[in-house]
């Protein structure tokens, strides 16, 4: 299992997409117009062959419209997974007694959303490509359009939990991961990435239990800090802040 691509929401896409081309140095982002389906506008970034997607709601009573509501601001939204046999994974998901809220196969991707008022934290999807190294959503010609490079990937992801214990063992049942309590938290092992789950910070803005921020790689992190500074953004040691989430950065 890999940790391959997670979402943010916010009000203002445009903006947003903005800050995080400037921030980062990415490249155009692809704009899936699948995803009108969910009452949703998106962009999707390509971070080395990782992806960063902020989706904004464009009509009433979506689930994303409802997190911004909830939780008072932009902040994280959705973690994707990349898993080798979804079949025997959502099989799994079931006898689990965990709610699939949407799924589609489209014979070279195929995800399952599951519901988050079964797992708590996030919107969760399991996801297969064919071939593997493939990653339909992130848009035609995705290799060719990551920037100069500054972000070469996605390497942990932070959800606050009023019980994080509990949360992690249920996302450890869930995606059959190893979870044990380390210094920064209890971390959940993917074979490639880390689900980090702490309590909840009752001094941040954004509200309540969800994705509070995530682990970049990348050999830049002056490039990226002082980018940060100049849009006027938080700024700390290796973290910066944007659209309610901390970006560590790291070798």
Known sequence: ?????????????????RALTQVFSLGDPFRDPGVATFGLANTVFALG?????????????????????????PGGYMVIVQVDDL????????????RVAWEIDLGQAATVHLHPRDLGGAL???????????????????????????????????IQADDPAAMAKRWGQVLASPVSAQADGQVLELDEGRVIFVPIDRDRAVEGEGI??????????????????????????????LAGVDFRLVG
């Not at 999807?125 to 992130?138: F, V």
């Not at 359009?145 to 996605?154: L, N, T």
């Open 124 to 158: 969760l999807s399991l996801d297969q490509m064919t071939p593997p190294a493939s990653w339909k959503w992130g848009g035609p010609g995705w290799e060719q359009r990551r920037g100069e490079g500054h972000v070469s990937g996605i390497r942990a992801v932070v």
């Open 1 to 17: 299992m890999r940790l391959r691509q997670l979402a943010l929401v916010a009000e203002d896409l445009e903006q947003t997409a």
């Open 49 to 73: 062959d990782c992806f960063l997607e902020v989706v904004s709601p464009v009509a009433d009573g979506t689930t994303a419209g409802r997190q911004l509501a909830r939780r008072g601001g």
């Open 87 to 98: 079949a025997t994974e959502r099989q799994r998901v079931e006898q689990l007694g965990v």
């Open 212 to 241: 509070i921020g995530m682990e970049l790689a990348t050999d830049h992190a002056p490039d990226v800090l002082e980018a940060a500074r100049e849009c006027g953004l938080p700024v700390e040691g290796n973290m910066l802040q």
